[in-house]
């Protein structure tokens, strides 16, 4: 097929057509798909020189490692090399996140290139799903879910009966 024409506005009412030669167009139902497929060698990779009772998880561009304590220097520098070297990607060290329910991983365990890697032990939120204390899982899912819904309560003052009446059944 043809590549696909994105429109770029130069001025009110003049515009330009671009042809997007590289990547797939934002909101391509395939997209997700040739992201996964392009991360699966390293996957395997990482799989590869982890031991095999270990387990990598991915979803998107979100890898999860699971590994014991020991291992989560060996696992991120693995993950590091193997996104790097196969893929040419590099991983942002301050998004990841060391999760140890127990309290015994401390941040300055990590070797010195992992010192921006974060350390928790309350909790992570995987896929938009908390997994953690009660407490952590209380604190996500109540700021997530009542936040935003606060944001719009407090808005209705401002509303007509009738505009608050149509918000309230739709």
């Known amino acids: ?17 671009l042809w997007s030669l590289q990547g797939t167009p934002q909101g391509d139902p395939f997209e997700p798909l040739l992201f996964a497929l392009g991360m699966h060698p390293a996957l395997r990779a990482i799989r590869a020189m982890l031991p095999p009772t270990r387990l990598v998880l991915s979803f998107l561009d979100d890898i999860i ?13 693995v993950a590091r090399n193997a996104l790097r070297v196969i893929l040419g990607l590099h991983l942002k060290l301050g998004k990841c996140l060391v999760f140890d329910p127990r309290g015994l991983f401390r941040k300055g365990e990590l070797p010195s290139p992992f010192k921006q890697v974060e350390v928790s032990h309350s909790g992570v939120v995987v896929l938009g799903g908390p997994i953690g204390t009660p407490e952590f899982c209380h604190q996500t899912l109540t700021s997530c879910v009542l936040g935003p819904a606060r944001t719009l309560v407090s808005h209705f003052p401002a509303l007509s009966k009738h505009e608050a009446l149509l918000l309230l059944k739709h």
Do not use: E, K, N, Q
């Open 1 to 17: 097929g043809h590549p696909p024409s994105l429109l770029y506005r130069l001025h009110r009412d003049s515009f330009i057509v």
């Open 65 to 77: 490692l699971l590994v014991p304590r020991s291992l989560v220097p060996t696992a991120l520098t």
